[in-house]
Protein backbone atom coordinates (compact mmCIF):
# COMPACT_ATOMS: atom_id res chain seq x y z
CA UNK A 1 0.00 0.00 0.00
CA UNK A 2 2.70 2.23 1.01
CA UNK A 3 4.51 1.62 -2.57
CA UNK A 4 1.72 2.70 -4.23
CA UNK A 5 0.78 5.87 -2.51
CA UNK A 6 5.20 6.94 -3.04
CA UNK A 7 4.48 5.77 -6.67
CA UNK A 8 1.88 8.41 -7.67
CA UNK A 9 3.78 11.29 -5.89
CA UNK A 10 6.78 10.72 -8.04
CA UNK A 11 7.11 12.88 -11.04
CA UNK A 12 7.37 10.97 -14.62
CA UNK A 13 10.51 10.80 -15.32
CA UNK A 14 11.41 9.58 -12.10
CA UNK A 15 8.62 6.69 -11.99
CA UNK A 16 9.90 6.08 -15.44
CA UNK A 17 12.77 5.45 -14.11
CA UNK A 18 12.28 3.24 -11.71
CA UNK A 19 10.08 1.32 -13.76
CA UNK A 20 12.72 0.96 -16.35
CA UNK A 21 15.37 -0.47 -13.76
CA UNK A 22 12.92 -2.90 -12.18
CA UNK A 23 12.95 -4.55 -15.78
CA UNK A 24 16.35 -4.67 -16.19
CA UNK A 25 17.23 -6.14 -13.23
CA UNK A 26 14.07 -8.48 -13.56
CA UNK A 27 15.47 -9.32 -17.00
CA UNK A 28 18.55 -10.49 -15.51
CA UNK A 29 17.01 -12.65 -12.98
CA UNK A 30 16.20 -10.31 -9.60
CA UNK A 31 12.74 -12.25 -9.49
CA UNK A 32 11.50 -9.56 -6.38
CA UNK A 33 12.14 -7.13 -9.31
CA UNK A 34 8.59 -8.65 -10.95
CA UNK A 35 6.76 -7.20 -7.43
CA UNK A 36 7.93 -3.59 -8.41
CA UNK A 37 7.71 -3.75 -11.78
CA UNK A 38 3.78 -5.16 -11.01
CA UNK A 39 3.40 -2.41 -8.23
CA UNK A 40 5.04 0.47 -11.36
CA UNK A 41 3.43 -0.40 -13.98
CA UNK A 42 -0.44 -2.33 -12.90
CA UNK A 43 -2.21 1.58 -12.24
CA UNK A 44 -1.73 2.70 -15.44
CA UNK A 45 -2.58 -0.43 -17.14
CA UNK A 46 -5.92 -0.82 -15.59
CA UNK A 47 -6.82 2.91 -16.98
CA UNK A 48 -5.88 2.09 -20.16
CA UNK A 49 -8.13 -0.63 -19.96
CA UNK A 50 -11.03 0.95 -18.07
CA UNK A 51 -11.26 3.02 -20.99
CA UNK A 52 -12.53 0.66 -23.06
CA UNK A 53 -13.96 -1.80 -20.69
CA UNK A 54 -15.80 -2.32 -16.91
CA UNK A 55 -13.19 -3.19 -14.26
CA UNK A 56 -13.38 -6.30 -13.97
CA UNK A 57 -12.14 -6.97 -17.72
CA UNK A 58 -9.83 -4.26 -17.39
CA UNK A 59 -8.01 -6.53 -14.52
CA UNK A 60 -8.21 -9.46 -16.16
CA UNK A 61 -6.64 -7.76 -19.29
CA UNK A 62 -4.02 -6.25 -16.98
CA UNK A 63 -3.35 -9.52 -15.39
CA UNK A 64 -2.76 -11.10 -19.04
CA UNK A 65 -0.54 -8.74 -19.97
CA UNK A 66 2.11 -9.01 -17.01
CA UNK A 67 2.30 -12.92 -18.22
CA UNK A 68 2.97 -11.93 -21.59
CA UNK A 69 5.37 -9.49 -20.17
CA UNK A 70 7.18 -12.05 -18.06
CA UNK A 71 7.02 -14.79 -20.83
CA UNK A 72 8.82 -11.84 -23.11
CA UNK A 73 11.33 -10.96 -20.38
CA UNK A 74 13.82 -12.94 -22.33
CA UNK A 75 13.28 -11.12 -25.82
CA UNK A 76 13.18 -7.94 -24.13
CA UNK A 77 16.24 -5.67 -24.89
CA UNK A 78 16.73 -2.16 -23.12
CA UNK A 79 15.79 -0.15 -26.12
CA UNK A 80 13.45 2.12 -24.76
CA UNK A 81 10.63 3.49 -22.01
CA UNK A 82 9.03 -0.18 -19.98
CA UNK A 83 6.13 1.61 -20.26
CA UNK A 84 5.62 2.19 -23.64
CA UNK A 85 6.33 -1.39 -24.64
CA UNK A 86 3.75 -2.81 -21.73
CA UNK A 87 1.14 -0.40 -22.77
CA UNK A 88 1.45 -1.87 -26.21
CA UNK A 89 1.27 -5.10 -25.39
CA UNK A 90 -1.94 -4.27 -22.92
CA UNK A 91 -3.40 -2.62 -26.18
CA UNK A 92 -3.07 -6.05 -28.24
CA UNK A 93 -4.29 -7.92 -25.57
CA UNK A 94 -7.54 -5.55 -25.72
CA UNK A 95 -7.82 -5.65 -29.28
CA UNK A 96 -7.74 -9.28 -29.17
CA UNK A 97 -10.38 -9.73 -26.73
CA UNK A 98 -12.27 -7.62 -29.08
CA UNK A 99 -11.85 -9.29 -32.29
CA UNK A 100 -12.59 -12.55 -30.66
CA UNK A 101 -16.04 -10.92 -29.25
CA UNK A 102 -16.38 -9.91 -33.01
CA UNK A 103 -16.00 -13.77 -34.21
CA UNK A 104 -18.54 -14.21 -31.15
CA UNK A 105 -21.44 -12.10 -31.60
CA UNK A 106 -23.23 -13.58 -28.36
CA UNK A 107 -20.60 -11.76 -26.68
CA UNK A 108 -19.99 -8.98 -28.45
CA UNK A 109 -23.66 -7.43 -28.30
CA UNK A 110 -24.23 -8.22 -25.11
CA UNK A 111 -28.09 -7.96 -25.55
CA UNK A 112 -31.35 -9.71 -27.65
CA UNK A 113 -31.18 -9.59 -31.16
CA UNK A 114 -33.71 -7.02 -32.60
CA UNK A 115 -37.07 -9.82 -32.86
CA UNK A 116 -36.88 -10.27 -29.02
CA UNK A 117 -37.48 -6.50 -28.62
CA UNK A 118 -41.62 -6.87 -29.57
CA UNK A 119 -43.58 -6.42 -26.83
CA UNK A 120 -45.47 -10.14 -25.91
CA UNK A 121 -48.74 -8.17 -26.82
CA UNK A 122 -47.77 -6.62 -30.42
CA UNK A 123 -46.15 -9.99 -31.41
CA UNK A 124 -47.26 -10.29 -35.04
CA UNK A 125 -45.14 -12.82 -36.98
CA UNK A 126 -44.53 -11.06 -40.17
CA UNK A 127 -43.09 -7.87 -37.93
CA UNK A 128 -40.77 -10.62 -36.42
CA UNK A 129 -39.51 -12.41 -39.22
CA UNK A 130 -38.41 -8.86 -40.90
CA UNK A 131 -36.64 -8.35 -37.92
CA UNK A 132 -35.05 -11.44 -38.07
CA UNK A 133 -33.70 -10.47 -41.72
CA UNK A 134 -32.61 -7.06 -40.65
CA UNK A 135 -30.82 -8.68 -37.87
CA UNK A 136 -29.15 -11.45 -40.01
CA UNK A 137 -28.30 -8.49 -42.61
CA UNK A 138 -26.56 -6.52 -39.82
CA UNK A 139 -24.39 -9.32 -38.43
CA UNK A 140 -23.34 -10.28 -42.05
CA UNK A 141 -21.96 -7.15 -43.23
CA UNK A 142 -20.49 -6.38 -40.10
CA UNK A 143 -18.44 -9.70 -40.49
CA UNK A 144 -17.41 -8.73 -44.17
CA UNK A 145 -16.22 -5.31 -42.97
CA UNK A 146 -12.44 -4.63 -42.91
CA UNK A 147 -10.75 -5.56 -39.42
CA UNK A 148 -10.00 -1.62 -38.93
CA UNK A 149 -13.89 -0.84 -39.45
CA UNK A 150 -15.35 -4.00 -37.07
CA UNK A 151 -12.90 -3.20 -34.53
CA UNK A 152 -13.69 0.62 -34.65
CA UNK A 153 -17.64 -0.54 -34.60
CA UNK A 154 -16.92 -3.05 -31.67
CA UNK A 155 -15.16 -0.13 -29.55
CA UNK A 156 -17.56 2.72 -30.06
CA UNK A 157 -21.04 1.16 -30.79
CA UNK A 158 -20.93 -1.85 -28.64
CA UNK A 159 -18.08 -0.91 -25.58
CA UNK A 160 -20.05 2.63 -26.18
CA UNK A 161 -16.41 4.57 -26.24
CA UNK A 162 -16.23 7.96 -27.55
CA UNK A 163 -14.14 8.37 -30.91
CA UNK A 164 -10.91 10.27 -28.64
CA UNK A 165 -10.86 7.05 -26.65
CA UNK A 166 -11.40 4.27 -29.44
CA UNK A 167 -8.64 5.87 -30.86
CA UNK A 168 -6.32 6.14 -28.08
CA UNK A 169 -6.89 2.39 -28.12
CA UNK A 170 -6.36 2.18 -32.11
CA UNK A 171 -3.60 4.49 -31.90
CA UNK A 172 -4.90 6.43 -34.15
CA UNK A 173 -7.02 10.27 -34.75
CA UNK A 174 -10.46 11.02 -33.61
CA UNK A 175 -11.19 11.95 -36.88
CA UNK A 176 -10.61 8.67 -37.92
CA UNK A 177 -12.53 6.64 -36.02
CA UNK A 178 -14.91 8.93 -36.96
CA UNK A 179 -14.02 8.51 -40.72
CA UNK A 180 -14.47 4.90 -40.30
CA UNK A 181 -17.71 4.99 -37.99
CA UNK A 182 -19.22 6.57 -41.13
CA UNK A 183 -18.11 4.06 -43.71
CA UNK A 184 -19.74 1.49 -41.28
CA UNK A 185 -22.73 3.32 -41.14
CA UNK A 186 -22.93 3.63 -44.80
CA UNK A 187 -22.94 0.09 -45.63
CA UNK A 188 -25.40 -0.91 -42.99
CA UNK A 189 -27.94 1.91 -44.34
CA UNK A 190 -27.15 0.81 -48.16
CA UNK A 191 -27.41 -2.68 -47.09
CA UNK A 192 -30.38 -2.39 -45.48
CA UNK A 193 -32.13 -0.07 -47.68
CA UNK A 194 -31.59 -2.95 -50.75
CA UNK A 195 -33.15 -5.27 -48.28
CA UNK A 196 -36.44 -2.95 -47.86
CA UNK A 197 -36.73 -2.65 -51.62
Known amino acids: MQATESVSSDPVSTLETRTNAAMQRYVFGDERAFQELYVLLAPRLRRLCQRATDAAEAEDICQE ?7 ARSHYSDCGNVSTWAFIIARRTLLDRVRYRRRRPELALGEEPLASHVAPNDYCPEVSAAQRRCQGEVDRQL ?3 PENLRVAYELVNVRGLSYTEAGAILDTSHTAVKQRMHRVRQQLTAALQQLAS
Open 143 to 145: SEL
Open 65 to 71: TFIKIHR
